[in-house]
């Protein structure tokens, strides 16, 4: 099945004061530092190819604005290094359809100056029950709308996707509740994903089919968990599984190849060699020592049925985006090899707490080492763990900060200088300050992304 293709509300509750808080405290962080489901595919190889300096803008209704869809592009971004220098921003709005953005983009978004752009309405735009024939044309004429406005805008890659689907036990609306509710309402999402599609193929833009994948992976995801919910208590808003699927479709649909790495190891000639991003620091009997400027996307397996690591038996994360592999050679035939990867921790920064360091060990054989194994897919937690959770809060700072710089600053700038002109200059420079602190805040979150040193100890058995 083809989630991909191309063509040439429950709102997150956040606390303002305590983000605020933590961005100091990631500020701090990062000086201390140093500054069985088919594939996500496109019926032809899509154009689509992220490009150094890229301006990403992720747009969308309460499902962003909850801030971890977008949260998981923007580390798996700046960590993965699909190309340099990349900086994304949110523009998540509860409650938010295609006809609500269209009017506000040029005052609430395109300030951003996008070069890529990712479309995620129609949750609101349905309506909640059977298709309405107004709704639908309006969302149409709407998403054209918007993704004409961002091209007038000097965006080069759009892509629009489609909504996502609802519970099949958990959704609940005010009038109607269950099984057949949702079975109605994911017919109507369907319809509006289809109407996406043709809208992206008229404009030539891409276009990614999140409710056939959000639905597909819901029924696997039940097979294992049937007394857990896929999409929230409400049946509508995303658990993390549910969010990583999203992010997994948008990263694809941008054209990221999943190339994180290559370590190749001699075992018996000692001697090693690593691709671009990492760098072989000494190889010393058993015990090979890296510093990786590149990380792989390093999440917990095996912890939360309903968190990120669990959309990783849902589609092929790791296959398609996440390949860090380590060739190993020189060991004799039938052997085992057992692999302890370990993080080399580095000293804790002034006034900070040291953390545990990071130490994962497997058993593989000499044939399958010498074919490849990816090691961010091979084990439960990688040595990056402790660097992609300093990455994870600042990024969280960044776009927890975004949602009132969009909904209440910069959307309400004009109307207070219609308000009280005598105070334009003021209000324009509190929005063009708030601007400026969001560019600081995305600057911490790409220093946060240093250089880890680990290694890799082999012991033939």
Known sequence: MTYLTTSRNQSSSIDWTGSLRRVACIAALAIGCGGGMARAESDAAPAAKLNDGERVAVLGDSITEQKNYSVIIENYLLACQPAAGIQTAQFGWGGETTWGLAPRMAQDVLWFKPTVATINYGMNDGGYGKVDAKRLADYREKTKDIIQQLKASGTRLIIVGGPGAVDTDAFRTIFAKGHDAAVTYNKTLATFGDAAKEVAQQEGVVYADLHTIMADAMVKFKATYPDKSFVGNDGIHPENVGHTIMAYAFLKAMGCDGNIGTITVDLAGHKADATAGHKVVSMENDTLTIESSRYPFSVRRDVDALGIGSAMNLVPFDEDLNRFQLVLSGVPAGKHVKVTWSEVP?????????????????????????????????????????????????????????????????????????????????????????????????????AVVVPVKHTLRFEVQ
Do not use: C, Y
């Open 346 to 446: 580095v000293p804790a920064a002034e006034g900070m707490e040291s953390r545990k360091t990071i130490t994962v060990s497997r058993d593989f054989d000499a044939a399958e080492l010498a074919k490849g194994i990816n090691l961010a897919a091979s084990f439960p937690t990688t040595p990056f763990e402790n660097a992609f959770s300093k990455l994870d809060a600042a990024v969280h700072a960044q776009q927890d900060f975004e949602t009132p710089l969009n909904k209440q600053w910069l959307h309400r700038q004009k109307a207070w200088v219609q308000e009280v002109p005598s105070a334009a200059e003021k209000f324009n420079q509190l929005a063009d300050a708030a601007k400026q602190f969001d560019d600081r805040l995305r600057a911490v979150a790409g």
